[in-house]
């Protein structure tokens, strides 16, 4: 099988495409002939340093399952899935846990499936921890990337009286609105508008202290970045503000049944049309360094994925 792997860390010209044995699935896996791969801001983040070497980056995937490890139940050869949660998916077949995968609804494309199956759970969890009330406001940071822009959607659908959507550009103002932001504020700009009662931070870094100044007093920020970011303690204290990090895999594991709920929300609103996953680029499996440094530029709006089936690179 085809695969793509880094033998040292560095940018996008590290990663190359070799071919290897195929993945043998340990208890509690399956492994999954792959129809599309999710590339995520953390995976381009561990290209360039923090992942084990040789490196074999992706853990978001969507396909056929064509082999069961021991001590599977629920799933059989042949179901369509979608699932997360190990290193490896850059390829055509790979490995991914039984317990965060879910089978493929009707209607539902592959590529749709891989950009739902952590972006939109990372922001219903991130709504569920905020748990917004009756008037209160919602401010999302990365706003139209593959996370935010289904948090956007998810808000409204929530009804969230204001939603207010920040993006690094003022070409990505109109993509978000017509996602039904009610405002559009550019992360470099001045002024974020008026304070509101919540932020889910999807950008983190030197734009996490701004987030936090957004707040009203009494706000909650809820923080799933994997950029990083430091909070002055006092900034805390001075406005009665709270944060909590959020992990898909910890909220996953601690609340298994609104995890099903999730699953089974965001499997019924993307088959009728309610959320719409936004497929930014699909591009072929060796592609995966274009795909890396569409995400550096921070260039997408919405999901990128590779599609091992998709041709050669140019």
Same mark, same amino acid.
């Given at each position: ?123 219903? @969890?991130? $709504?569920?921890?905020? %748990?917004?009330? #009756?008037?209160?406001?919602?401010? !999302?940071? &990365?706003?139209?990337?593959?996370? /935010? ?114 699953? @089974?929300? $965001?499997?019924?609103? %993307?088959?009728? #049309?309610?959320?719409?996953?936004? !497929?930014? &680029?699909?591009?072929?499996?060796? /592609? ?27």
């Amino acid at each position: 099988m085809r695969r793509i792997r880094h033998d040292i860390h560095g940018g996008p010209e590290v990663l190359r495409v070799e071919e290897a044995e195929p993945p043998v699935p340990g208890p509690g896996e399956l492994l999954v002939r792959t129809e599309a791969i999710g590339v995520t801001l953390p995976t381009v983040r561990r290209v360039r340093g923090g992942a084990p070497l040789p490196g074999l980056p992706g853990d978001e995937v969507a396909g056929e399952v064509v082999a069961l490890g021991p001590d599977v139940t629920g799933f059989a050869v042949g179901d369509r899935i979608a699932s997360f949660g190990l290193p490896g998916a850059y390829a055509e077949l790979a490995r991914t846990p039984a317990a965060f995968a879910s089978r493929l609804p009707d209607g539902v494309s592959a590529a749709q499936a891989v950009a739902l199956i952590r972006g939109g759970h990372v922001a219903l @969890a991130a $709504l569920d921890t905020a %748990a917004p009330r #009756g008037d209160e406001s919602v401010l !999302i940071t &990365a706003a139209a990337g593959a996370t /935010g822009h289904l948090a956007v959607q998810l808000a409204k659908a929530r009804g969230v009286p204001r939603v207010v959507a920040a993006v690094g550009t003022p070409e990505k103002a109109e993509f978000v609105r017509a996602l039904g932001a009610d405002e559009a504020v550019v992360h470099g700009q001045e002024s974020w508008g008026a304070p509101v009662d919540v932020v889910l931070d999807g950008a983190g870094g030197d734009l996490l202290p701004r987030a936090l100044g957004a707040l009203a007093p009494g706000g909650r920020l809820i923080h799933f970045s994997s950029g990083g970011g430091t909070l002055a303690a006092y900034d805390l204290l001075a406005g009665a503000k709270t944060v909590t990090g959020l992990t898909m895999r910890h909220f996953a594991a601690t609340r298994p049944e609104r995890y099903a709920h999730h699953r @089974a929300q $965001l499997w019924e609103w %993307a088959s009728s #049309g309610r959320l719409r996953a936004v !497929i930014h &680029a699909e591009l072929p499996l060796s /592609g995966a360094a274009t795909a890396h440094r569409l995400m550096e530029a921070r260039a997408n709006l919405g999901k990128i994925v590779l599609r091992p089936d998709a041709g050669t690179a140019r």
